[in-house]
């Protein structure tokens, strides 16, 4: 029978041995080299795309390093594989592919996998150097690597049919009225669908924001209770501006063009009381927004001045080359079509690979 003091013992040296082990597991070796992978333009389905893969050496050399691109399905790239010439500490090597996409992803990734032999002997004598204290552990570990080492770089992108996105970015309208299309284009005017929030989501913060105002106007103390407890009164108040956002798309998409420009009303209102730059985004996609209910209306001259409006919001902003474009569309769909295809060609310097835009401008061209 083994005495309880022994099995105390064993215990003690049981956990010792398993606290020795995690140390050993979470020793952190400095970082020896770097690895980043860019496309040099937006994908677009067809055509290839330069993607460029980036090694630098921050301690030793590396020599030999293997690189291959992880793609999705069907798309392709040249070469298969490519070596990166020898890298010396401190510099960098670099290798390209040609990538071409064969198929559309609403989500995606390409993966740089680079195999490489880690330059031992350099790091160790770095970890003596610099890290005294933990350098028999640190040493141990990076012995115990195996010969080849393998690292990874990824790049996300989007690719639609309509419009290629690289990198993926907040500022992308991906809907659509295709009732207001005219003839002679390929699809109607774009505009800003928040599908994460629901019709109901969107009333309750409405409500709620009203509910808080009231108690906000009515006592001078109460922000700073808020405030005490956690609760984020801005935050709460862009819930409101998008919840009046959604509103007024749900009851546009209805064809409920009264309640619509109400809700819209109700935004503009309250936007001017604010002075955030965050709000750029929601400000220029509803009145574009509302430039759409004008003109569902058949108010074609309304619409002109609201998305013009919207357009000077700020001439700059990305989300211009949807506004412009819908302008163009209005134009074609009044027949002028010198202007339709100016407002097209002012349209797409703002993104590459805005492959819709580019296809409407070549069509207009031709006819």
């Known amino acids: 029978m083994i005495k309880p003091c022994f099995k105390l013992y064993l215990i003690l040296l049981l956990v010792l041995v398993s606290t020795l ?6 020793v952190q070796i400095p970082e020896w ?18 993607l460029k893969v980036v090694l630098r050496s921050l301690t030793g050399s590396l020599n030999g390093a293997k690189v291959r691109l992880i793609l999705p399905e069907t798309w392709k790239a040249e070469p298969e594989t490519a070596t990166v010439a ?4 401190g510099a960098s090597g670099e290798v390209s592919f040609s990538v071409t996409p064969n198929s559309y992803l609403n989500q995606g990734s390409i993966v740089a996998e680079v195999v490489l032999a880690a330059p031992k002997a350099d790091l160790i004598a770095k970890i003596q ?11 141990a570990a990076v012995n115990a690597w195996p010969a080849e080492t393998k690292l990874y770089a990824d790049v996300a992108f989007a690719l639609f ?8 970015s907040g500022d992308m309208w991906l809907s659509y009225d295709d009732t207001l299309a005219p003839a002679g284009g390929y699809r109607g005017p774009a505009f800003f669908e928040d599908t994460l929030i629901s019709a109901h989501q969107a009333q309750t913060d409405v409500e709620m924001f009203d509910k808080l105002q009231g108690y906000l106007n009515t006592d001078p103390d109460f922000a700073g209770k808020l405030a005490e407890s956690g609760i984020d009164i801005e935050k709460k108040r862009l819930d409101q501006l998008n919840g009046l956002y959604v509103l007024a798309v749900k009851a546009w998409q209805g064809k409920n063009h009264a309640d619509a420009s109400g809700f819209i009303e109700q ?11 965050g709000l750029e985004n929601l400000k220029i996609a509803a009145l574009n927004l509302k430039g759409l209910v004008f003109w569902s209306q058949g108010q074609k001259r309304l619409a002109e001045e609201a998305l013009k409006k919207a357009f000077y919001a700020n ?9 412009l474009r819908n302008i163009g569309l209005l134009m074609l769909a009044n027949g002028d079509r010198t202007t339709a295809l100016q407002m097209l060609n ?9 492959t819709l835009l580019v296809k409407e401008a070549e069509l207009l061209k031709k006819n």
């Open 129 to 139: 150097r610099d890290f005294a204290d933990n350098a028999a552990e640190m040493t």
């Open 86 to 89: 020898d890298v010396k500490e």
């Open 161 to 168: 049919a309509d419009e290629s996105f690289y990198p993926l």
């Open 315 to 323: 001439r700059k902003h990305s989300l211009q080359r949807y506004v």
């Open 33 to 50: 080299c770097s690895l980043a992978a860019s496309l040099a333009a937006p994908p677009e389905l067809g055509r290839p795309v330069e």
């Open 267 to 277: 935004f503009e209102k309250q936007l001017d009381t604010q002075k955030s730059p």
């Open 346 to 354: 002012l349209a797409l310097p703002f993104k590459q690979g805005f």
């Open 21 to 26: 082990q995690v140390q050993a597991a979470t």
